[in-house]
């Protein structure tokens, strides 16, 4: 069982960063990816990477400005976004899966989330 616990949400304005941490317990060898989820939207892929770091992949409308990262040694996956728009406005919610695949009805566990709000 892996239990996935996200934190470092917020009220950030746009233009500005913030760091998201997802301490998990069992998943080191899982690949770990975030998702976020607009108010009145469906789930969506953000950013994901393998189980040692080796393979990392970004959704488009993130590329450039979000950075996945994990330490194994403290059990934790980071969500580092800089230029936040105010459509980066979500609850973000990290997720694991044993396969290679991002689906937000796919995942094998998920965390209950943390929000993020971008001010104009």
């Known amino acids: 069982q892996v239990q996935l616990v996200e934190s470092g949400g917020g009220l950030v304005q746009a233009g500005g960063s913030l760091r998201l941490s997802c301490a998990t317990s069992?998943?080191?060898?899982?690949?770990m990816g975030w998702f976020r989820q607009a108010p009145g939207k469906e789930r969506e892929f953000v950013a994901g990477?393998?189980?040692?770091?080796?393979?990392?992949y970004y959704a488009d409308s993130v590329k450039g400005r979000f950075t996945i990262s994990r330490d194994n040694a403290k059990n934790t996956v980071y969500l580092q976004m800089n230029s936040l728009k105010p459509e980066d406005t979500a609850v973000y919610y990290c997720?694991?899966?044993?396969?290679?695949?991002?689906?937000?009805?796919?995942?094998?566990?998920w965390g209950k989330g943390t929000l993020l709000t971008v001010s104009s």
């Open positions: 069992g998943g080191t060898f899982y690949n």
């Open positions: 997720a694991a899966d044993r396969e290679w695949r991002w689906s937000a009805d796919g995942m094998d566990y």
């Open positions: 990477i393998s189980s040692t770091s080796a393979r990392i």
